[in-house]
Structures are given as structure tokens and as C-alpha cells.
């Protein structure tokens, strides 16, 4: 075994000794590179259809509504049933939408509302899949102390997507259109239900039967009330998820407004932004992933919330594409560091009885924040314009930076 406090490229995937991570991470993987594909296709096809910043935040936040209609049921959902089979029925809901938004845009009967209503429903498919999908890591490795990698792996693997799909987007939309993009997603879906049904999983101990879904979720709720740690990390992710990663709402209209891409050069130049912030996403991933084993975790989080605002700040005064695409990467990085070292010390603090539970805590946090964010920073945008609502909400996140190193001091000593 490595050493405790040795960093080596062996603790990066030492999840993937285990079959059933393998099978799982190559699935998922197909998935979600469609559906960033999908994600970044729908958002510039929304804005060619209604010219309008607002209404990139009105799909944002129909998405978002079910995770505050449903998310705490589903989490109580994902420890009442096997996890598996519960991403059985979200996936293939998922697979479905896809193929409805490819038809109506093929045949050429989309409309803003359509997009609306499809966002709201995916939402749902969504809040039901996401509790089960981080409950069901701990049931995918055998070693409870490669639990931290393998959760930091799965970080990886949505990076990969975020940073491949949307420039795969930006050149089929160029080429083929939009409803090409929203068809390779609904055939990705294939991929990962087909790792569902390869998998054998060990069984993990459910809540009772007869127990009612609302005493399950308040069960959940004082759980994580009375953790100090997971709701000190539950307040920094509900920061960074309104103010650190919302203004990706704004991308595809800065592409356009701010670096001035034509109606064809402008699919191209979103997706080159949204794979920037990809690309950093995913180094911070695997940094996560290297030195999961290391008892860091707590200062590299502080770290990350005044560098992504840091980053922001510069990102919304440069014009030069090059630079742009830079500080996007870094955005990317710093964000992602705080956001899924916040689910690795999640995941490793909490009871098993209870991780479906939490994780939709986690997921309400993270999810149900984002829109309410991508909402204001849209109506921001259509006001002041899109530069000084990135530096508006920059200065906010750092704000927040600030109070949460003083008031927050447990979370530098997190291991």
C-alpha cells in the first residue's frame, strides 16, 4: 500500500481495480458525454429561438423546479429501493425525453415552450437519479478506504463529458443541427443501462419498509443538521453552486454579445467555452482523485472558494479569446475543486442506512441552488448586460469566500 502522505499517479485509479466501478465508469461515461451534448445544444437553440438572456434562465430553472418539488422523497426513495433498479426506470424516462426533443426539433415544430416543458420533466428523471447515483459509489468498490477515489473518479468522469461534449455539440450543431445532438444523447442512454443490468452488486441495508416516506426524510434532515461537518459542507456547496457555477447560464450569449461570434461561429465558440470550463473541471477531478488518500481536503476546498471568483472576475473584463478560454478552464478548476471535495467528505462521513438520504440532501443543495442562481444572474444580464453581472456575481461569491474562512474555521481542519 502507498504510503499515507505520499502522492503517486497509482492512487489516482485505484477504484478501477474493482469490476463493477470498471463497467460502471465506462457507461456513464457514453452517458454523459451525450448529455452535455444535449445540454449544450438545447441552451443555443434556445437563444436562437428567442434572442433572449432571460429565457436561458427560465429553462435553467424549470429544470431545477422538481429537485425542490421531489428531491428529499427521492433520497428517501433511494434507501427504501435498490439503488439499481431505481436508475433503471430514471435513465430509460431519460432516454425517452431525449429522443422527444430530437423528433420535435427534426421535424421543425420545436418552440421556446416545448424546451420549457422538456427541461421541467427531464428535471424530474433527474432529482430521482441523482440521490441514487452518489448512494449507489459506496456498492461499487469492495475497500471502504478507496470509497474517497472512487467518488473523486466519478468528478473525473462527469469532467470528461463537460469538457468533450459541448465542443462535440458546438461542430454537429455547425454541421447537422441541433436535433443530431439531442439524438446521440438519447442513444448514449443505451450505454449506461446497459452497465446497470452487467452489474452484480453487494446488498446494502435499506430502511424499513413500513417506515413513511416523511419520517424518513425528517430522519435525514436531523441527520445532517446535527453533523456539524456535513452542514458545514452543505452551506459552502449551496454558495458555490449560486454563485460559482450559475453564470455558465450566460455562456452561449457571450459568445455571441461579448466575442462577437456570427450565427454559424457562434455554436462553435459556446462549445469551446463550455469545454474549457470542462477541462478544468476534470484536472481538478483527478488532482481530487490523486490525493484522495491525503488528509488535505478541508484547506484545498478553503482554497478553491477565492480562487474560482478570482478567476471570474478576470474572465468577465478579457476580450482575447485565448485568455478567455484560459481563465474559463481555471473557473472550471477551482469550482469543481470545492464542489466534489465537498462530496468526497460527504460520502465519507455518512452512515450507510442513511447515504440515500444525505445525498439528496446534497443533490437539493447543489441542484435546487444552481437555477435559482442562473434565474438572477439571467434577469442581471438583461439589465446591466452580460459583463457586469459576471463581475456582480464574482464579487458576491468572494464576498461569501471571505465569511466562510472566518466563520467557518472546522472546515480547514477537515481531513
Not at 70 to 93: H, N, W
Request: charged letters at 10%; proline letters at 5%.
Amino acid at each position: 500500500m502507498v504510503p499515507e502522505r505520499r502522492i503517486s499517479p497509482r492512487n489516482t485509479f485505484a477504484a478501477m481495480q474493482y469490476p463493477n466501478y470498471r463497467i460502471w465508469f465506462a457507461g456513464q461515461l457514453v452517458s454523459l458525454f451525450g448529455t452535455w451534448m444535449q445540454v449544450t445544444a438545447q441552451g443555443y437553440l434556445a437563444y436562437q429561438l428567442t434572442k433572449s438572456v432571460a429565457f436561458l434562465g427560465y429553462v435553467a430553472f424549470a429544470n431545477g423546479i422538481p429537485v425542490w418539488l421531489f428531491m428529499l422523497y427521492a433520497g428517501s426513495v433511494a434507501d427504501r429501493m435498490p439503488r439499481k433498479r431505481l436508475m433503471l426506470y430514471t435513465q430509460s424516462a431519460m432516454l425517452i425525453l431525449a429522443f422527444v426533443l430530437a423528433f420535435l426539433t427534426f421535424t421543425g415544430a420545436i418552440r421556446p415552450w416545448h424546451i420549457l416543458v422538456l427541461a421541467f420533466l427531464l428535471g424530474i428523471a433527474n432529482t430521482f437519479d441523482s440521490p441514487a447515483r452518489l448512494a449507489l459509489v459506496d456498492q461499487l468498490v469492495d475497500d471502504r478506504r478507496h470509497l474517497p477515489n472512487a467518488v473523486a473518479l466519478n468528478g473525473s468522469m462527469f469532467n470528461v463529458a463537460t469538457a468533450l461534449g459541448p465542443a462535440a455539440a458546438g461542430a454537429v450543431y455547425a454541421l447537422l443541427g441541433p436535433a443530431w445532438c439531442f439524438t446521440i444523447n438519447g442513444l448514449s442512454f443505451v450505454a449506461v443501462i446497459a452497465a446497470l443490468l452487467f452489474m452484480h452488486l453487494r446488498p446494502v441495508p435499506l430502511s424499513p419498509r413500513n417506515q413513511s416516506p416523511m419520517a424518513g426524510i425528517v430522519e435525514g434532515l436531523k441527520y445532517v443538521w446535527r453533523h456539524q461537518n456535513i452542514r458545514a459542507l452543505m452551506l459552502l456547496v449551496g454558495i458555490t453552486s449560486l454563485l460559482g457555477l450559475s453564470f455558465a447560464t450566460l455562456i452561449p450569449a457571450w459568445a455571441i454579445k461579448v466575442l462577437h461570434g456570427s450565427a454559424t461561429t457562434g455554436a462553435t465558440i459556446n462549445g469551446l467555452l463550455q469545454s474549457a470550463r470542462g477541462i478544468g473541471a476534470l484536472l481538478a477531478a483527478l488532482t481530487i482523485a490523486t490525493i484522495s488518500h491525503l488528509k488535505v481536503k478541508g484547506r484545498i476546498a478553503a482554497f478553491g472558494t477565492f480562487a474560482y471568483p478570482i478567476a471570474l472576475l478576470i474572465f468577465a473584463v478579457a476580450r482575447f479569446m485565448p485568455l478567455e478560454l484560459l481563465l474559463m478552464a481555471l473557473v472550471g478548476f477551482a469550482s469543481i475543486l470545492v464542489v466534489n471535495l465537498c462530496n468526497v467528505l460527504v460520502q465519507a462521513q455518512v452512515e450507510d442506512s442513511l447515504r440515500g438520504r444525505v445525498s439528496a440532501v446534497y443533490s437539493l443543495v447543489f441542484f435546487g441552488v444552481m437555477p435559482i442562481g442562473s434565474l438572477l444572474i439571467g434577469w442581471l444580464a438583461q439589465w446591466t448586460g452580460e459583463p457586469v453581472a459576471v463581475i456582480i456575481n464574482a464579487c458576491a461569491a468572494l464576498a461569501a469566500a471571505a465569511l466562510i474562512w472566518i466563520l467557518v474555521p472546522r472546515l480547514r481542519a477537515m481531513p
